[in-house]
């Protein structure tokens, strides 16, 4: 069992190709969607590739997470456990769950993990989940340095935190604007994303106070903080983008796989959370996959401009100014190397964004296949680096563990052993025709070329030859057979030797941090009704996917505030309170907007 001294990056994957990437590019563990009940209903998987997945990762001594993560109806609990016993089978490390029907009933002794849509914002929570025997736990994205080290000195459970991508704004598994809406629950893997609708927002007399895509957040990026937050007792860090492609999966992997390598070397006391060495044949940079900006969130405390009101959708590096407009082409300043091909986003003085692409460029001067309507001083973003994208596509990045193979020679086999640094051991015998050596030296020699050939495999080989072996002579077609024999045989022990070890499920009464439920605490089966009230919790109202009418109730709690992104926080302008509540409305839908000052957070409800 994994503890806080084993750092592990934990990378996300919508398919078996991406998850061989991000392992070929650094990760420790994956987390992987399976044929249902996954947070994300366009990335999931059937057992099989899971299977092959699990394989490839215990050869390398990383895991994988399956996400069985949405909220359950009653005629669903059933089903969820018979796919956790699947994925069980099938040598899964973990899964990482929300609905607490999975902590009770017919359930394999497998690892399981409390998903961030199980809202772990305290220590009390997460002592919580603790006690009934989870081993890890993804803590609310929201979280400063000096929150995490509070629940982390509370607690001895694993930690983990999103250090890269998407952000919602919501609260995770507190956000029901989706199913409110439109009857997508966010909650079921169908959110609608809400969040990066265009809004504009009123206050209470009408008055129109902003106009943009007022709710979308920056994409997260803990580059800078990394070892903060190791000493703040994170041991598992986890890139967001289970819908990404895997040339962002393998972008990301990389550059974060850098961060913690360089932590490790000076730091003995930690480790690494899987085995071998990445050997990478291009250099990451994360501002040329897809980003919409970047922000540290509340980390640091409350910053300004987490949001990015201009664009839902990639923002990209930003490359210059455009200073000269001609017809037909235009120039911008700044020094980043330009290609044709390139696609770049356009951000008028006036807030709005145009798309093109670099027909031909020459300098710092672009002539887009179409030209369009702009002026000196907007600013150009490059969202598509078609060099960069290349070299992605090209890349040949891979995981290397090395070994050490000794050939021996007992009189009457030759025998392989080969050892790690993990402590796994291999040794075959066979008996092979052979004559005696003409020449020992040149025999050692060929059977350590021979022997060295590890091409095609995870494998880096150091070779010792005996005296004994290397006075026989037997082809090389033999020695090459012995070596693939051995080589099989070694990865097989490894992934027996990384095979996950049963998970005793805990029963017990421990309290839970609430008394009382409502609809925003997510229960929607009678299991995890029953599972609340054996835990001393009455509840009082089940959740919102069970309930028809949702007039003036939350459907959003944010510690995102937009009074304060404006810089009109209601604390230094109190004044302002008279204008509340505002009023959030897009192209089919209204919302209520009011702020609790005291608690630092924002609340949407329905009219």
């Not at 330009?338 to 696609?343: A, E, I």
Request: glycine letters at 6%; charged letters at 25%; one cysteine or more.
């Amino acid at each position: 069992m994994p503890t806080r001294n084993e750092i592990e990056l934990l990378a996300p994957a919508k398919d078996l190709e991406c998850a061989l990437t991000a392992l070929r590019c650094g990760a420790d563990a994956v987390y992987i969607g399976a044929e249902a009940f996954s947070a994300r209903h366009a990335a999931a998987n059937n057992l099989s590739d899971i299977e092959t997945l699990v394989a490839e990762a215990h050869t390398i001594g990383a895991r994988v997470y399956v996400t069985v993560n949405t909220l359950l109806f009653d005629n669903e609990v059933k089903e969820a456990r018979q796919l956790a016993w699947k994925l069980y089978r099938a040598g899964v490390d973990a899964l990482i769950i929300q609905d607490t029907a999975l902590l009770c009933g017919d359930m394999p002794p497998i690892e399981l993990h409390a998903s961030t849509q199980m809202d772990n914002r305290t220590a009390e929570k997460v002592q919580f989940w603790q006690g009934l025997g989870l081993k890890q736990v993804v803590l609310a994205r929201e979280l400063s340095e000096n929150e995490i080290k509070t629940i982390a000195d509370a607690t001895t459970v694993r930690l983990e935190c999103f250090i890269h991508g998407a952000l919602c704004v919501s609260y995770s598994g507190q956000c029901f604007m989706s199913y409110a809406a439109c009857g997508r629950s966010a909650n079921r893997g169908e959110c609608a994303q809400m969040c990066r609708h265009l809004y504009t927002i009123t206050d209470k007399n009408g008055h129109t106070l902003q106009r943009g895509h007022l709710l979308s957040l920056k994409d997260f990026n803990q580059t800078s903080n990394i070892e903060k937050l190791i000493d703040a007792g994170v041991s598992s860090f986890k890139i967001e983008g289970r819908l990404k492609d895997k040339d962002y999966v393998a972008n990301v992997t990389l550059h974060y796989r850098r961060i913690i390598d360089e932590i490790l070397a000076r730091r003995p006391e930690l480790h690494r959370a899987s085995s071998g060495i990445t050997i990478a044949d291009f250099e990451p940079d994360v501002n040329k996959t897809f980003n919409r900006g970047f922000t540290t969130y509340f980390f640091n405390g409350r910053k300004p401009h987490i949001s990015q009101p201009i664009t839902p959708k990639s923002m990209g590096e930003w490359i210059g100014n455009i200073v000269r407009v001609e017809k037909g082409n235009f120039s911008i300043d700044g020094k980043s190397e330009l290609h044709n091909g390139d696609g770049l986003l356009i951000v008028h003085s006036n807030g709005e964004t145009s798309g093109l692409r670099a027909n031909k460029v020459e300098g710092r001067r672009i002539t887009p296949l179409k030209m369009i309507r702009m002026q000196t001083g907007d600013k150009v973003y490059r969202n598509s680096d078609v060099a960069f994208e290349a070299t992605l596509k090209r890349e040949k990045t891979h995981r290397s563990i090395p070994i050490n193979i000794t050939y021996d020679f007992d009189g009457q086999n030759f025998i392989i052993s080969i050892n790690d640094s993990d402590g796994v051991t291999t040794t075959i015998n066979r008996e092979m025709a052979s004559e005696p050596a003409n020449n020992i030296a040149s025999t050692r020699e060929n059977a350590v070329r021979q022997l060295s050939k590890t091409g095609g495999t995870i494998y880096t080989a150091t070779v010792e030859v005996s005296d004994a072996a290397a006075s026989r002579h037997i082809s090389a077609s033999d020695i090459n057979t012995l070596r693939r024999d051995a080589l099989e045989a070694h990865s097989s022990n490894r992934r027996e030797h990384f095979k996950p070890t049963d998970c005793e499920r805990i029963s017990n009464n421990i309290p839970f941090p609430k008394k009382e439920l409502f609809r925003n605490d997510n229960v929607t089966n009678d299991d995890a009704r029953k599972f609340y009230e054996a835990h001393g919790c009455q509840v009082k109202e089940m959740g919102y996917e069970c309930q028809n009418d949702h007039s003036g109730q939350t459907v959003m709690t944010t510690k995102f505030c937009l009074m304060n992104e404006r810089g009109t926080c209601l604390k230094q302008h109190p004044e302002l309170r008279a204008s509340l509540p505002l009023k959030l409305s897009d192209d089919s839908n209204s919302f209520v907007v009011n702020f609790d000052c005291k608690n630092c957070q924002m609340i949407i409800s329905m009219p």
